[in-house]
């Protein structure tokens, strides 16, 4: 199984509603990471996490507030988004993320996010 | 400050033909380069990775190529089908991060 899963597919919310994206792996991977990706760029790295812990917050604001529940699980809280966080969201998962490793990355299908 | 640059942004050809991406890049440290397809509205899907030590490498119709001296890779591609339409992204591989191109968008048109 090298499939990543990302639900919902889809997410329409507004500013002051609270919701949650969800990512699973089951390859064993260590590493997982959540992305934004606005159209027509590529994807901006968001958060890493390492065997469960945060190891990377590319400045994240604290409206999007990531959680790893465990190795196979990657949640990502919303709360009090803004218009401009509408977006794809992507998940992605590698073997150990470990410095200088050419592990691939597996990237989910994505959330649609819209944000009114 | 790491840098991956793609050309071209867009490019037309017709089903059948080859074609050929380019992506210079400046990262450093510099661990490996990777090609993702991206289809519309979908998660990236990797095609090559290949370390500073990688000539090339190849991926069914898809050829990468790499030359740690100038920084720069192609990404070639056989006898093209209507599936082949998507966004290739290059990226680079420091030891901590990976840094994106903004893609290059293929259409193949029948």
């Known amino acids: 199984d090298t499939e990543v899963t990302q639900t919902p597919k889809h997410l329409v919310m507004g500013m002051t509603n609270k919701k949650s994206l969800k990512c699973e792996q089951h390859m064993g991977h260590r590493a997982m990471y959540w992305y934004k990706q606005k159209a027509k760029k590529p994807p901006e790295l968001m958060f890493v996490y390492s065997y469960e812990k945060l190891s990377i917050n590319e400045s994240v604001p604290s409206r999007f507030s990531p959680e790893c529940p465990n190795s196979s699980l990657l949640n990502l809280h919303l709360h009090a988004l803004q218009p401009e966080d509408s977006a794809l969201y992507l998940c992605a998962s590698s073997q150990v993320g470990q410095e200088g490793s050419t592990d691939t990355q597996y990237f989910g299908p994505g959330t649609r996010l819209t944000v009114l | ?107 193949v048109s029948p």
């Open chain 2, 1 to 107: 400050k790491n840098q991956v640059e793609q050309s071209p942004q867009s490019l037309i050809i017709l089903e059948g033909k080859n074609c050929t991406l380019q992506c210079n890049y400046t990262v450093s440290p510099f661990s490996n380069l990777r090609w993702y397809k991206q289809d519309t509205g979908r998660g990236p899907v990797s095609l090559t990775i290949m370390t500073f030590s990688e000539n090339t490498k190849s991926n069914g119709r898809y050829t990468a190529t790499l030359d740690a001296d100038t920084k720069q890779s192609s990404l070639h591609i056989t006898a093209s089908q209507l599936s082949d339409s998507a966004s290739y992204i290059c990226v680079a591989s420091g030891y901590s991060t990976l840094t994106f191109g903004k893609g290059t968008m293929l259409l």
